[in-house]
């Protein structure tokens, strides 16, 4: 028999050990998550996570930990932080320090491998899940003894899967037994439903919370992913190298023409306007933008979410 990963028993107490009311996790976002969206979602219910690298040093890392650690103590959702594991990252010791010091109770890691963070992490008692893409990235990851993993499906805001969700669980399971997460296009709570009738734990939002009141993103992001759907959304791996969903009108608004994009040719950067930068105004969003009708608090997203995922599941 193959070997086999993950521990079942974990996924038996994962919402009780997350404190987490509905199956979910508010995705990391660069430059969207910070601490007031992590605390409100948390404050609401729900386990939500920021990028370390959205605290411009370790030192407000550090503050932002302490603030969302003093809320988790107060029986709130746990919190995750998300790290760059990867050697481009020069804060990722310093980063992974902080969150030992106020034992971050899940740690997301992406772009590199989970490894690196595992032994502190766990040493402390918390959870490592793996962010990945595909069934061998999710496999590589399952070997290095992450807890769980986090399957990026087709979809996704920000840099997208290209699998489907239905086979990308079923083929996880064949060597995975601990929790499982999916990313990608879920907007709403028959969809988290959904992906808990796959035989996954947890469903992983971000372009639902772009638009937040608390997140980071600027007011002309926010309007776009309001008025936008389903038919703005452009797959193309010619801005990073990478296939990224990305909001049309926003490549039109810094004088890119979607329609010029070829997959397999790195766009020109330098054809930018002087003060446009590719990770800053080129927007990305997946395609549950659709679902995004109306700037919000987090609380009412997240009181939607569930309604709806009561419904769904009543049903
Ligand atoms: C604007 C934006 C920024 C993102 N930044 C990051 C990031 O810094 N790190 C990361 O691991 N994922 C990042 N993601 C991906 C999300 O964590 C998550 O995988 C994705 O949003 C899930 O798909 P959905 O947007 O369709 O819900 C980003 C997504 C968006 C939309």
Redesign the pocket.
């Known amino acids: 028999m193959a070997d086999r990963f993950g521990s079942a028993a974990l996924r038996d107490t994962l919402l009780e050990r997350l404190n987490t009311a509905l199956p979910a996790v508010v ?4 430059l ?1 998550s910070g601490p007031d969206l992590v605390a409100a979602a948390s404050a609401s219910g729900t386990v939500a996570a920021f ?1 370390s690298l959205n605290a411009r040093s370790t030192e407000e890392l550090d503050a932002w930990l302490t603030r969302l650690s003093a809320g988790h103590a107060a029986n709130r959702a746990g919190f995750a932080v ?1 790290l760059v594991t990867h050697r481009s990252n020069p804060r990722f010791a310093a980063d992974l320090a902080a969150c030992a010091r106020a034992r971050v109770p899940l740690i ?1 890691t ?1 772009l590199g491998s989970p490894a690196p963070a595992i032994a502190t992490v766990q040493g402390y008692g918390g959870l490592v899940f793996a ?1 990945v893409n595909t069934p061998a990235l999710a496999l590589k990851a399952a070997r290095t003894g992450v807890d769980g993993l986090i399957l ?1 499906c087709c ?5 997208t899967g290209t699998l489907s969700p239905f086979a990308f669980v079923d083929e996880v399971r064949r060597f995975f037994d601990g929790p499982v997460v999916v ?5 709403t709570g028959g969809a988290i439903r959904a992906v808990r009738n796959l035989g996954a734990d947890l469903a ?5 919370f ?1 638009a937040a009141d608390e997140s980071l993103a600027v007011a002309d992001f926010k309007d776009m992913v309001v008025a936008s759907d389903f038919s703005d959304i452009l797959a193309t791996d010619a801005i990073t190298g990478a296939l990224a969903n990305k909001l049309r009108p926003s490549l039109i608004r810094a004088g890119v023409d979607p329609d010029s994009l070829v997959s397999g040719r790195k766009f020109d950067l330098s054809k930018l306007d002087q003060d446009t930068k590719k990770w800053r105004d080129l ?6 933008v659709g679902a995004v009708t109306a700037r919000e608090p987090v609380a009412g997203i997240v009181a939607g979410l569930r309604a709806q995922y009561q419904a769904a599941s009543d049903r």
Do not use: E, K
């Not at 990313?183 to 907007?187: C, E, M, P, R, T």
């Not at 927007?283 to 549950?288: D, F, K, R, T």
């Open positions: 995705a990391p976002m660069f969207v990028p998300n997301i992406a962010d990026v979809g996704a805001g920000g840099h990313a990608g296009g879920i907007s992983y939002l971000g372009t639902r772009l927007w990305s969003a997946g395609h549950g």
